[in-house]
């Protein structure tokens, strides 16, 4: 009796256990309703080129055959990625999709990751349903073209830890609430949409906040004091908004901050000496603003800080000598403002210094030797300052710069001869008072891709050493007494990729011509886009070969005395948006293809020879533009005469 029960048992143990083995489980890994949710999303989408959805068939398990979706022990999607830049088997991927975001995505409700970042074409606006995901964590939703506002219901994200909706069309206010709200956030980035209002005073709870980053939008009013709570920021660019008020002095409660850009606004008020708290600071961005005041000696208790850009402000004073204390520095970008006084002599202790730029500011008197010491320099530019130099010190030479940039700043004579032994690549001495010729030393300035000698009293033709400046790409003799042909100039040597011209003025000088119809054959002329001539003897025609000068934007030949007619072919240089022949001796009609170039926008034709009707244009110009043209009729001047 007991063997036939164990027997009875046995077999029941047995049918239990083939019955599990073959039986399908009872619960689907992948839950039903977040299944869903992802579908609707995809329903959503119209376009996906690179197929980032293909696998999400409703027919297979979301959790296990889904690319992108992650989810945790309980057949729950905790995880949704599917950005339009990424890394597949070493290879970058750039993508897009067309669509807008489903708010079924809403119904994920133990989603902790979403992002949809850099898809490019996602469209409509964010659907407020993605408040309910209470347990998300991150959220990119950036890079794409999202409109409409941020959406209240963010204020139940209370466990976000990074948001970025940047770059998108979104519009609208920062809502307070929401911002007061997600007090576990550490990164926020809304920069590059059209946000308006002012920035919440809220931002003071975000105690956990790294990253703040808001540019490029509408914003105004004043900088909230309450950002000084913000111990843990170490980024924070609230640049090209429309910020007013001044910097509160709470900012130097930032001890952490590593990045400051408050730059292209328009705060107002001098730098308060509490920065000298900012002491993480490495790369600090004010320029572009309305700030008075003079410095703070304060300034100089920056120990970390590496670029300091306060360019095109107000700021008045003299520069504190204190400054020469920041021996981290390697640029500083002070142009543009309202410093008076001397070049502080400490500057010489900046040894990492690569950029001293004080260019447009009202400093006067020696500069100081000390700055020798700058071995490490390598833009020098003090143009624009009532330096009273006379000649350049001759201790420069001992500088390495490669940009050296002195306009207006009272040099006479002739050009230094140490120059000829220098790396210099753009040298700049134009307003200046220079008289003499053009020395043949000038062919040893092999580095030289900019060259601005415009404004003094220069007068020579152009030495034949001119043609071994092979990198030479941008030239500017404007208004000297220059005089000889400009061949030596069109025709000189490149040093391939380098040494082809962007640039040349050579107005208001004495050269003569005639401008050889073989410029086009010089290989440093073939990429020129800025061509100005005017106000030379020139004489001779209007090389028909110019229209082969296919990157040609700007043509200015105003005064050259230059007869013939204007030549058809300018009308393949299908780049030009500037044509000025005006007071010359042109004769005959205008060429319709010329005046209808697609790109143009100034032209002027006055006070010449010319005759015939103007032939209709597109591109708005007005009457001056033709007239003192005996013979020129047509609209935009009085209409032709019939016979």
């Known amino acids: 009796m007991e063997i036939s029960v164990h027997n009875n048992i046995f077999s029941l143990l047995l049918l239990l256990l083939l019955s599990l083995s073959f039986s399908p489980p009872v619960f689907e890994a992948c839950n039903a309703v977040d299944k869903k949710a992802l579908l609707g999303f995809k329903r959503s989408i119209t376009t996906d080129p690179s197929q980032l959805l293909q696998s999400w068939i409703s027919s297979s398990d979301c959790c296990t055959s889904w690319n992108g979706v992650a989810c945790n022990s309980a057949g729950r999607v905790v995880n949704v990625t599917r950005p339009g830049l990424f890394s597949d088997n070493d290879n970058i991927v750039d993508t897009f999709m067309n669509g807008t975001l489903s708010p079924s995505l809403g119904n994920l409700s133990f989603l902790q990751v979403l992002d949809l970042s850099n898809l490019k074409n996602l469209k409509g606006s964010i659907p407020p349903e993605f ?256 330096l009273g130099l006379i000649s350049i010190p001759k201790w420069f030479a001992k500088l390495k710069v490669f940009r050296l940039i002195l306009a207006k700043t009272g040099i006479r004579g002739s050009l230094p001869r140490w120059l000829s032994s220098t790396s210099i690549s753009t040298l700049d001495l134009s307003g200046n008072a220079l008289t003499g010729k053009l020395p043949p030393w000038i062919g040893n300035m092999t580095s030289l891709s900019f060259l601005n000698l415009s404004n003094n009293g220069l007068h020579s033709s152009i030495p034949a050493e001119f043609k071994n400046l092979r990198r030479l790409m941008d030239l500017d003799l404007h208004s000297n007494k220059f005089s000889g042909h400009l061949d030596t100039i069109f025709f000189k040597k490149t040093d391939d990729p380098l040494g082809h011209f962007n640039s040349i003025d050579l107005s208001e000088n004495m050269f003569n011509g005639p401008i050889s119809e073989s410029v086009v054959q010089s290989p440093a002329m073939n990429s020129i886009t800025s061509l100005v001539l005017s106000y030379n003897p020139l004489k001779g025609s209007i090389p028909k070969s110019l229209g082969k000068l296919s990157e040609l934007q700007i043509l200015k030949l105003v005064s050259n005395g230059l007869s013939g007619k204007i030549p058809v072919e300018l009308s393949d240089a299908k780049e030009l948006n500037t044509i000025l022949l005006s007071r010359n001796k042109l004769i005959s009609s205008i060429p319709g293809k010329v005046i209808n170039l697609k790109e143009l926008k100034e032209f002027d034709v006055s006070h010449n020879q010319l005759s015939g009707q103007i032939p209709p244009h597109t591109a708005t110009i007005p009457a001056p533009a033709f007239i003192d043209n005996p013979g020129l009729c047509g609209a935009p001047l009085p209409p032709c005469k019939h016979s």
Not at 202 to 224: C, E, M, Q, R, Y
Request: aromatic content about 4%.
């Open 131 to 386: 408040g309910k995901l209470t347990r998300l964590t991150l959220l990119f939703l950036d890079s794409n073209q999202l409109k409409g506002s941020i959406p209240v219901t963010f204020k139940h994200l209370s466990r976000l830890e990074k948001l970025y909706l940047s770059n998108n069309h979104i519009s609208g206010i920062i809502p307070f609430s929401v911002i007061g709200s997600l007090k576990t956030l550490t990164e926020l980035g809304l920069s590059g949409n059209q946000l308006r209002g002012t920035i919440p005073a809220t931002i003071g709870k975000l105690v956990f906040l790294t990253k703040l980053d808001i540019h490029a939008n509408n914003l105004s009013g004043s900088l909230p004091t309450t950002i000084g709570k913000l111990k843990s920021l170490k980024y924070l660019d609230l640049s090209e908004n429309q910020i007013t008020g001044s910097i509160p002095k709470s900012i130097g409660g930032l001890s952490a901050l590593v990045l400051l850009y408050l730059n292209q606004n328009l705060i107002t008020g001098s730098i308060p000496s509490s920065i000298s708290g900012l002491i993480s600071l490495q790369f600090c961005r004010i320029s572009e603003n309305e700030l008075t005041g003079n410095l703070p000696p304060s300034i100089g208790e920056l120990p970390s800080i590496q670029r300091l850009i306060l360019d095109n402000n107000k700021l008045t004073g003299k520069l504190p000598a204190t400054m020469g204390h920041l021996v981290t520095l390697t640029e500083m970008y002070l142009s543009n403002n309202r410093f008076t006084g001397k070049i502080p002599s400490s500057f010489g202790n900046l040894q990492n210094l690569q950029t001293l730029d004080l260019s447009r500011n009202h400093l006067s008197g020696k500069i100081p030797t000390q700055l020798v010491k700058l071995q490490n320099l390598q833009t020098l530019d003090l143009s624009f300052n009532p």
